[in-house]
């Protein structure tokens, strides 16, 4: 069963197989965005691609001049080392016409949970510190409002990455990517992951489903779950193939303990 589980729950924290060996793995968190479509940055400007050491790892989203978030299990294992860290963005190309900013300072939820894989933790959250208004002036590059309310059952979202179109390709894609996903009840998502006991869905997530086969992939971790033009998750988790079997799960924006985490790392 242990083994079953592993092979069930894989994070999509990571882009390719190097990757994958060095950082820490978990539950999958989401793409094709899968059976997504390419969009222009111009109207997507708060995403981020993350690299650590220069390669891909993540997603990120501009929520000020200075800050910007990701998910946990995206700096844990670097979060002592912020100049190994740094994010591109202000381009639909994850490599080219772009801006390339330094991270000076990682704090990662005092809740999270390193050691809780083959599941994601809880608390997914991350703030990434950069120099003094470091994302302000440049070309395609602004902060998202963070959610402030309760998002209901059947809400219309939405999430952008670089991620893996499918679990056997690579990351980043060539173009930023758009998907949208659907809003399920936490009871829902609880039923559909109590097969895989080793992922606990709690009020601290938000989880989100469509139909067509989309969802979110490798490379897409600590990305943008958009509900009414806000930021409302951080893509955190989904099932292995990447295939929408079960919903994706996100950190939750206006959970009380994210929030005041946030809050009080930005003063947002």
Avoid at 128 to 140: E, I, S
Avoid at 148 to 173: H, K, L
């Amino acid at each position: 069963m242990k083994q079953v589980i592993g092979l069930v729950l894989l994070v999509v924290f990571c882009c390719n197989a190097v990757l994958a060996d060095d950082e820490q793995d978990g539950p999958s968190q989401s793409g094709r965005i899968v059976n997504g479509v390419a969009v222009s940055i111009a109207n997507y400007k708060f995403a981020l691609n993350m690299r650590i050491d220069n390669q891909f790892v993540c997603g990120a989203s501009i929520i000020s001049g200075t800050y910007a978030l990701t998910a946990g299990h995206c700096t844990y294992s670097v979060r002592n080392s912020p100049a190994r860290v740094t994010l591109y963005g202000g381009s639909s190309s994850p490599t080219s016409g772009g801006f390339l900013v330094r991270v000076v300072r990682i704090a990662v939820h005092p809740s999270y949970n390193p050691n809780a894989s083959p599941g994601t933790s809880d608390f997914d959250a991350s703030v990434l510190m950069a120099t003094t208004n470091a994302f302000v002036g440049k070309t395609n590059m602004a902060p998202i409002a963070l959610q402030t309310s309760e998002q209901s059952t059947g809400t219309r979202c939405y999430v952008v990455g670089w991620g893996r179109t499918n679990i056997n390709s690579p990351a980043p894609t060539s173009s930023l990517r758009f998907a949208n996903m659907d809003i399920v009840s936490q009871a829902s998502c609880a039923s559909s992951w109590a097969a895989f006991p080793a992922q606990r869905i709690t009020s601290n997530m938000i989880c989100a489903k469509y139909s067509n086969g989309v969802d979110i992939c490798k490379g897409d971790s600590g990305g943008a779950f958009v509900c009414g033009g806000r930021l409302t998750g951080i893509v955190s988790f989904t099932n292995p193939r990447c295939n929408s079997a079960w919903p994706a799960g996100f950190a939750k924006i206006v959970a009380s303990s994210i929030r005041s985490f946030i809050r009080g790392q930005t003063g947002i």
